[in-house]
């Protein structure tokens, strides 16, 4: 678990390790999550992580494209020539994207209306075209969707924990639930774009000291 | 006139596109090492923000009329070959710049800003002026926030930070006040 010395690169090379479902599934929530390890997807990450049912909307919203596209990728990876596969992975992304508009305006307008053009914006989250170019055109059907499914999972986990605690201390409520009462003064800094940066900070910091702790533990154990 | 000022100012500090909106966080924490590369990107970015701006009007006015639902999917396919052209100009006049900037060049595709721009210029229904000037001012309140955020990192190149607060958390908190001053233009929204 050194993972936070080591960045995963996104592009690699090659096809990935052979690994089983379960990892590759598990991989995208801890060892390389996109939101906390690899910085990928960073404006929908600070956008709309205000409120905890944006957060979730969003990590949803994501994982359905993920698993979508690394499904089409990894199906059409054999006929897509390398020269304009970019362009094809976008327009899959992107027809996935629209899918998921649509249904999120059918099924809850108001957070589709707060959510606004971040939703049409997923197309541009970099971690989508990282994850089709670096892994679902490399893998057969089963790992594709298994990696889309850990990386969209991994990121709903980032942004709910996120948007959590942006809202818990910047409104004072968790899901539009107020939690700590009348004589709570919010500290609305954190709901405004400057504390999105703050806070993911924070995260960032918090990730970096626990695994720094781990590290140091573990090297005791051993000497 | 005035509402081209207006839109002009308010793209460029009061909703800065990077630090008030979010919009385009990928390079500016990835390319804001040194100043050189980072207003140079910013230029490149504005370039293609003024080509979408363009496209986007006359994708919106002629072409999308009757189908808007394939709008997301007819802006990223004018932003990738809009990119892909400023790549072969960079490629062939600017090689050492080119080489500089390395995968950020392409990865203005998956710009946010880019995309964002043209989605804010129809939900705004601006002009082919309004749509251009408003691409000004927010190519130059890109390039604004990459030269700032670049001149500040290039500092903190010899400071003593705290271990854990190494990496990019620190950039993080930096962007925080960054955005935070930016936050001071708020006030000049609430006239109009």
Redesign the interface.
């Known amino acids: 678990m050194t993972a936070?010395s080591a960045p995963a690169e996104p592009?690699v090379p090659g096809a990935p390790p052979s690994a089983t479902l379960a990892q590759d599934v598990w991989r995208g929530i801890s060892r390389e999550n996109p939101v906390v390890i690899q910085?990928?997807g960073?404006?929908p990450t600070?956008?709309v992580t205000n409120l905890l049912a944006n957060g979730i909307a969003m990590g949803l919203a994501t994982t359905f494209v993920m698993v979508g596209s690394g499904l089409f990728v990894s199906l059409f990876r054999r006929y897509i020539a390398s020269e304009v596969r970019?362009?094809s992975y976008?327009?899959i992304i992107?027809?996935f994207?629209?899918l998921a508009?649509?249904i999120l305006a059918a099924t809850f307008p108001t957070i589709s209306k707060a959510l606004?053009?971040f939703m049409?914006?997923i197309?541009?989250?970099?971690l989508l075209?990282g994850r089709a170019e670096a892994f679902a055109a490399k893998v057969g059907l089963a790992r594709a969707v298994a990696d889309g499914f850990g990386m969209g999972m991994g990121f709903t986990v980032s942004l709910s924990a996120l948007s959590a605690f942006r809202e818990l201390l910047g409104r004072g409520s968790l899901l539009g639930v107020d939690l700590l009462g009348p004589r709570y003064e919010p500290w609305v800094f954190l709901v405004?774009?400057?504390?999105?940066?703050?806070a993911?900070?924070?995260l960032?910091?918090t990730v970096?000291?626990v695994a720094?702790r781990r590290a140091r533990r573990r090297a005791k154990a051993v000497a | 006139m005035s509402t081209l000022a207006w839109i002009f100012v308010s793209t460029l500090v009061v909703n800065n596109f990077t630090l008030v909106m979010f919009l385009g966080l990928c390079s500016f924490f990835g390319v804001t090492a040194k100043v050189e590369t980072a207003w140079r990107l910013g230029l490149a970015n504005t370039f293609v923000l003024l080509i979408t701006a363009v496209s986007a009007w006359v994708l919106n006015t002629y072409v999308l009329t009757r189908t808007p639902f394939l709008r997301t999917i007819a802006f990223i396919v004018v932003i990738a070959s809009g990119v892909q052209i400023v790549e072969m100009a960079v490629r062939k006049h600017f090689p050492v710049l080119f080489r500089q900037l390395g995968i950020y060049l392409p990865l203005i595709t998956t710009n946010c800003a880019i995309l964002g721009l043209a989605l804010f210029q129809t939900s705004r229904h601006y002009t082919l002026v309004e749509g251009i000037v408003f691409a000004l001012g927010a190519g130059f309140g890109l390039t604004l926030a990459l030269s700032l955020m670049a001149s500040i990192r290039e500092r903190l190149e010899l400071a003593d930070v705290p271990a854990v607060a190494r990496r990019m958390g620190l950039v993080l908190i930096v962007a925080s006040s960054l955005s935070m001053a930016f936050m001071g233009f708020a006030g000049m929204g609430s006239g109009q």
């Open positions: 936070v592009l910085m990928l960073m404006c600070m956008a970019i362009t976008i327009l992107a027809t994207v629209t508009d649509m606004g053009p049409p914006l197309v541009a989250n970099c075209l405004l774009p400057p504390g999105g940066f703050f993911l900070g924070m960032l910091i970096a000291w720094g």
